[in-house]
């Protein structure tokens, strides 16, 4: 048995490929054989896993056109800007991928693929063919950091791994403008050697007014999880005995002002002491990295 602190911490990957690939891997906790991650987010498509590609977003400048054709879909996941006649659009591979899934081939945003990477054409269209459109490139993550606040509150996109208990987890996957990859009980064996064959739980706030019950209970849970992993119980089968206070690792990818709104919420004196704990610790590295325009409090 272990019992650990809330961390959080950003994950930051300029590679499209290799952010996605980091980030669906937290949900099995595994790491890569090879150095090459193509192959395993092409498994990820074609098994129709788009859930993990939304963490990867993208801010394309296109023309006015083509602008105003995105912006017709209404795809509420699509965030659009307009300013000094820049047209700004920031999505998720996600819309892109499911168009050409449903062989939409007149779909606007299929016309965003030219301003794609080689590496990232072969894993998701390949072999569709796109005129290449100098009208249309990405925006590097120094361009986006250079916007005005109020355009990186809606194109600066800010992933974070968040090591919580279950309990608060459950009220995390609540806010709806969010992607999220969470560790499954389903698919990690905690039996396993990769976890030292234990369980591992969040550290609760009253610990120490409580140790011999947390420990008592906590102790119980171990045992009866590693008793039926004896019998050959499946981990599917076997989480039905965990309880919230079981750590986990929940990665939360969206952009600054959806950050803004679960920050007014979780920081609120209503909030969870779980849910504030873990986020002020997400809020005090946004104010650091300087992505809000506050202070921490004293």
């Given amino acids: 048995m272990k019992l650990v602190e809330p961390s959080v911490e950003e994950i930051k990957i300029d ?31 074609n098994n129709c896993h788009f859930a993990m590609v939304e963490h990867k977003a ?16 209404n795809n509420p996941f699509v965030y659009m800007s307009n300013k000094n006649d820049v047209y ?26 030219s301003a ?27 361009e986006i ?5 109020e355009e990186r509150k809606i194109h600066q996109f800010v992933t974070m791994k968040i ?4 309990g608060v987890s459950h009220e995390l996957v609540r806010h709806r403008r969010c992607s999220f990859a969470q560790e499954s009980t389903r698919y990690c064996n905690y039996s396993k050697n990769k976890f030292n064959g234990e369980l591992s739980f969040i550290k609760p706030i009253d610990y120490e007014e409580n140790k011999d019950v947390y420990e008592t209970v906590f102790a119980t849970i171990e045992k009866g999880y590693m ?21 986990t690792s929940i990665v939360v990818t969206t952009n600054l002002t959806e950050w803004e709104l679960i ?36």
């Fill in 15 to 45: 590679d499209t490929i290799d952010m996605i690939a980091k980030v669906a891997r937290n949900c099995y906790l595994s790491t890569p054989k090879e150095p090459d991650e193509a192959p395993f987010v092409s498994r990820l498509i």
């Fill in 116 to 142: 794609l990477s080689q590496r990232v054409k072969d894993v998701f269209f390949k072999d569709f063919e796109v005129e290449s459109n100098e009208n249309i490139r990405i925006l590097s993550s120094e």
């Fill in 163 to 166: 090591i919580t208990d279950r």
């Fill in 145 to 149: 950091s250079n916007l005005s606040y």
């Fill in 227 to 247: 008793d039926l992993a004896s019998r050959k119980v499946t981990p599917d089968k076997a989480r039905a005995i965990l309880p919230n206070a079981l750590k």
């Fill in 58 to 73: 993208l801010t394309f400048v296109v023309n006015k056109k083509l602008y105003y054709e995105i912006k017709n879909i």
């Fill in 88 to 113: 700004l659009v920031t999505l998720s591979l996600r819309p892109i991928a499911e168009a050409y899934a449903r062989k939409e081939f007149d779909n606007p945003f299929l016309v965003l693929i």
């Fill in 263 to 298: 920050f007014g919420l979780r920081l609120d004196f209503a909030a969870h002491h779980d849910m504030r704990r873990v986020m002020q610790l997400v809020k005090n590295h946004f104010v650091k990295e300087g992505y809000i325009e506050e202070k921490i409090p004293a």
